[in-house]
């Protein structure tokens, strides 16, 4: 069958991991789950090939992606034009599919997203009906969840200042039991750690020693440093290596030797980052 948006995903992708245009990687759907991200629809793809239902939920993926890009405005005139060239061929197919004699109706393209959305939880829940029947007749349990997954993000609009951290970050939505690599910037949230793939210089000015009211307690031990904040939490990461606690994203901080805290703007973090 044809895959259009499944096939244009895969352009997406080369455009967020190429390194001489990160700001690609800036726009992003935020979706429910994991399998609704693109790097999701691509290993599900990879993995059982092309469906019609799967065809779907990259449509809808690329018109999210495109009103998102249309008010951030970050690709290159060049990719915008092909994003609004297949988005807009997605948007003609389905009006020709679903035209109706004496009634032409002209919609706006955070109505299309509404419709993809309705047809992609349609799809959804169909897929999780026969799943259960399935399950009732063989007496297999059901399979388990998965461990420390992310907070279940709302529909594709305004973002929170959380969302577009993550965002902003390429943060995965799949939490890990460590701060991983000492150079990648974290995010702590309820206890786990979210490694992103950029890291902030640690020589750079922009670090502040001046953080006032951080509601945090540390305690240093070697190369590590236990971070423990306003809710009674602790973590533990390396000292020098950059993090954010969910609650202030706007504040990139680290932890030096002698157990000072640095500060520094999210903003200029962002333009000194560096890919690991």
């Known amino acids: ?19 001489a245009n990160k700001t690609a990687g800036l726009v992003v759907v935020m979706p429910d789950s ?12 990879d993995s059982l090939g092309a469906t019609s239902g799967l065809e779907n939920r990259a449509r809808y993926w690329l018109i999210g992606y495109r009103e998102l890009e249309d008010r951030q405005r970050v690709l290159t005139e060049d990719q915008r034009a092909e994003l609004h060239a297949i988005t807009d061929r997605l948007m003609s197919d389905y009006r020709q599919a679903h035209a109706q004699p004496r009634q032409r109706r002209h919609l706006k393209p955070w109505q299309w997203i509404t419709i993809a959305a309705a047809s992609v939880l349609i799809g959804f829940g169909a897929a999780g009906l026969v799943h259960a029947l399935a399950g009732s007749s063989n007496g297999a349990p059901p399979p388990a969840r998965p461990v420390a997954q992310a907070p279940q993000h709302p529909a594709p609009g305004l973002l929170t200042d959380l969302q577009q951290f993550r965002a902003d970050w390429n943060v995965p939505a799949v939490a890990i039991g460590a701060a991983g690599s000492p150079q990648a910037l974290v995010l702590l949230q309820d206890g786990l750690y979210y490694p992103s793939p950029w890291t902030v210089p640690a020589g750079d000015p922009g670090w502040q020693d001046n953080l006032d009211d951080a509601g945090f307690t540390v305690t240093v031990h070697g190369s590590l440093a236990d971070v423990t904040d306003s809710t009674g939490i602790t973590y533990t990461v390396a000292v020098g290596q950059p993090f954010v606690t969910a609650g202030n994203t706007q504040l990139v901080l680290r932890v030096l030797r002698d157990g000072t805290i640095q500060s520094m703007p999210g903003p200029h973090a962002i333009a000194v980052r560096h890919r690991i």
């Not at 994991?34 to 793809?45: I, K, N, P, S, V």
């Open 34 to 45: 994991e399998d609704q991200t693109l790097a999701g629809l691509l290993r599900t793809f």
């Open 1 to 19: 069958m044809p895959t259009p948006a499944l096939d244009f995903l895969r352009k997406v992708q080369v455009w967020q991991e190429d390194d």
